[in-house]
């Protein structure tokens, strides 16, 4: 499992990891955390689901969410840097979505997501875009996958 690699290159560069959520709410921490010694490289996990909580837990800035929206590459980002700067932990990992199935727009698409994984020196915003007749749990569990899958390639190359 993806996690459990994720896991081992976390403690074999004596590593930490936290995570922000909100379309997945908890689903990226709840995989983190099913590998057993988790407390070596878990910092600090958050679900940041509602707007509010964005903004005032990691600093997300109210034009970027009037602007932009909380489904947004400029979202993404300012959650995992906010997060940065609230944890100091090595690496930041955010999601936001529309997982569905109502909500979502021409422009923004259930199924639209973005992650951003963030630390000191550089930083990576990435777009999935999953079908949108995808059950929700499914949708959660392969951005979830899809995350995991980009964290552990970031991680071999830091």
């Known amino acids: 499992m993806i996690e459990n690699d994720v896991a081992e290159i976390l403690i074999k560069k004596n590593l930490t990891i936290a995570t922000t959520e909100s379309c997945t709410g908890g689903l990226l921490s709840s995989k983190l955390t099913d590998v057993s010694g988790s407390s070596a490289f878990i ?3 958050l679900v940041t689901y509602a707007n509010e909580a964005k903004h005032k837990m990691l600093g997300v ?40 199935p109502t909500g979502g727009s021409a422009e923004k698409p259930v199924g639209l997501m973005y992650s951003t994984i963030y630390t000191k020196d550089k930083s990576e915003t990435f777009k999935v875009l999953l079908p949108p007749k995808t059950p929700r749990i499914k949708m959660k569990e392969e951005f979830v996958k899809a995350v995991l899958e980009k964290v552990y390639t970031f991680l071999i190359f830091l």
């Open 61 to 100: 800035k109210l034009e970027t969410l009037e602007k932009h929206g909380a489904v947004s590459e400029e979202c993404s980002y300012e959650m995992a840097r906010g997060l940065f700067e609230l944890t100091g932990a090595d690496i930041c990992v955010s999601t936001t979505g529309i997982a569905g």
């Open 43 to 45: 910092h600090l996990n």
